[in-house]
């Protein structure tokens, strides 16, 4: 009924859990960037179908997934390693996908983040996300905090998905988004973002997918953005009920926006 597709680089640690979790379906794909521990040989022994593709960007990465894989099933259930959709999504999942009307394109789901076992309710900026399609009308924009295109109605799934991106540490997490910082920067330099964004559609559009497009594009205009995104988080958006693990994810995501900050300046003033 449904086809599974992880992407992986080395992610032996989370993998044998996700596998885990969508054990159910009879057809995983792992869709791996040239993973140097046992990530491969996990998936192998449970029995899934995997395929090899040299990393370039989030976007163009995903988008060869979603086009090339034979897939078994119509709808194809996206996730990542450190990611676990709850035994009531997964029974949700499969029963729309057998009742889901032709027109209906995809599902969005609730992603709930995870920071020392701890659900970050109040602090998680997007908790929604696109994830099971029918990948002849999805298609990734964006080479960094790539953006799911859908061509046709999205409809809503009730229950969550879990996400644990520190399951592998604080230091992976700042690692990762070192990376993430500096593809943001060089997308600013090379005006590669939404160039003309609307407050209006930032504040009113029905797609939640739309307005945070507006909405970063208008974001990175704003000085002071590491500031702004700390107090949004915390005041806004309540972080600081999450107790210490909404205060601690808050400043990270502040000094993850300080790192684009910096590497923007650097270059544009034709440093490294």
Known sequence: ????????RNEQRDLPACL?????????????????????????????????RTFDDYATHRNAALT??????????????????????SREMQQLALAAPDQTAAFRVRRRDFLFDTWLKHAQISPFYIRLVRPERARYTRAINEVLEIDGPVAELSYPLDHYPFSKGIARWVE??????????????RNQGLQNPSFITALRDPDFHTRRLHQKAIFYRLPGRPL??????????????????????????AFYEYLIVLKTKELRSGGA
Do not use: C
Request: aromatic residues 10%; charged residues 15%.
């Open 176 to 189: 990762k988004h070192n990376l993430y910082s500096t593809m943001e920067a060089e997308l600013i330099v």
């Open 20 to 52: 885990s979790s969508v054990s159910w379906s009879d057809d995983i794909h792992v869709f791996d960037s040239h993973s140097t521990d046992n990530t491969v040989e996990i998936a192998k022994a449970a029995g899934t179908h995997i395929h090899t």
């Open 1 to 8: 009924m449904i086809s599974v597709l992880i992407l992986t």
């Open 228 to 253: 702004i995104k700390w107090l949004y988080m915390v005041l806004f958006r309540g972080a600081i009920l999450d107790g210490a693990p909404g205060l601690t994810y808050a400043t990270l995501q």
């Open 68 to 89: 090339t894989l034979p897939f078994k099933h119509q709808w194809v259930f996206i996730l990542d390693a450190d990611e676990r959709p709850t035994p009531e999504l």
